[in-house]
């Protein structure tokens, strides 16, 4: 006799076709916003020179500070 599934044998399955994480679109705007509004809010600058560090064939990016500086209100 076979098995009718149920909800919870299916799971989320029928209604987005694989799981996920109910929060994850919730937590990409978050992140999307935060990192366009910072740069609308300040200035950013890099304080000093920067220079890549070289090992062997393999360049890594050299340490550098970063200014922040609030913008004025037009």
């Known amino acids: 006799m076979p098995v009718q599934p149920t ?3 299916i799971g989320f399955t029928l209604l987005t ?3 996920t994480c109910l ?5 990409q705007w978050t992140i999307f916003l935060m990192l366009t509004t910072v740069p609308q809010r300040f200035s950013i600058k890099l304080s000093g020179e920067v220079g ?5 064939l393999i ?3 050299g340490e550098f500070n970063l ?3 609030v913008r004025k209100k037009a």
């Open 17 to 19: 076709g694989t799981r």
């Open 67 to 69: 200014v922040f500086t």
């Open 52 to 56: 890549p560090d070289v090992f062997g």
């Open 7 to 9: 909800f919870h044998t």
């Open 23 to 27: 929060a994850k679109n919730l937590s």
């Open 59 to 61: 360049r890594f990016p």
